[in-house]
């Protein structure tokens, strides 16, 4: 699979894909119309302009005045990845996007990954794959995926063994990297503390009141 890495991946934003942004798997895109019969026929020109190029349908939502266009590759192991395919789509689905006079909203775009801290996620993912997505077989090297997209995939976050009580579960919270400091900032007023913001953007640690950590992720710092 011809894969490219974060740093060529943000390069291609920064010169030609300002429309999108760069989430823990995926690119993302966020549009505005103006009503839903434009957003309905942009969101068939997209669909066919993924089987022109032979990449299939991408992920796409249609909500009340807003459509989210999601793109990666899947390999053969069902891993999710960028490839150069994927940022030539992207490049033609913004310029459809400019032909229905929509407007591009990047910075609204998320993505929410639950984080399971385990010593053996090859023992832990079966059972994860079975419930979230039916198929015991779809663990992924160190993530789990449901190929229909209904829920959150799960990322195994490798740690040493250890007793409980501890935090094993937290959420990344994958963000536009322009909005992330003044998501952090928001969620700090509303009670949070800032736990750890060394990895910073790459990502900033919080807790709620009552010490339950969450990070605050973007595509920036990695390789």
Same mark, same amino acid.
């Given at each position: 699979m011809d894969t490219v890495s974060n740093s060529e991946i943000l390069a291609e934003i920064a010169a030609e894909l300002q429309d999108w942004r760069k989430l823990a798997q995926p690119l993302a895109a966020r549009y505005r119309a103006a009503d839903a019969v434009d957003g309905a026929a942009f969101v068939a020109a997209v669909a066919q302009a993924g089987a022109a190029v032979g990449h299939g349908v991408p992920v796409i939502t249609l909500g009340n005045g807003y459509i989210d266009v999601t793109l990666f590759s899947v390999d053969e192991a069902g891993g999710r990845w960028i490839t150069a395919k994927d940022l030539e789509l992207?490049?033609?689905?913004?310029?459809?996007?400019?032909?229905?006079?929509l407007t591009a909203a990047p910075g609204e775009v998320a993505q929410l990954e639950l984080a399971l801290d385990t010593a053996d996620y090859t023992?832990?993912?079966?059972?994860?794959?079975?419930?979230?997505g039916g198929d015991a077989g779809r663990a992924v090297l160190d993530s789990v995926f449901d190929a229909k997209n209904r829920v959150p995939n799960v990322w195994f976050q490798q740690t040493d063994a250890h007793r409980t009580p501890r935090q094993r579960w937290h959420m990344d919270l994958w963000l536009a990297p322009e909005v992330a400091a003044e998501r952090i900032a928001? *969620?700090? =007023?509303a009670?949070? !503390?800032?736990?750890? @913001? *060394?990895? =910073?953007?790459?990502? !900033?640690?919080?807790? @709620?009141?009552?010490?339950?950590?969450?990070?605050?992720?973007?595509?920036?710092?990695?390789?």
């Open positions: 992207a490049g033609v689905i913004s310029g459809l996007a400019h032909d229905f006079g023992a832990a993912g079966p059972f994860w794959a079975a419930l979230l928001a *969620s700090v =007023a009670g949070g !503390t800032l736990v750890d @913001d *060394s990895e =910073a953007p790459s990502f !900033t640690v919080l807790a @709620d009141p009552e010490g339950n950590r969450v990070c605050v992720c973007t595509a920036l710092g990695r390789d």
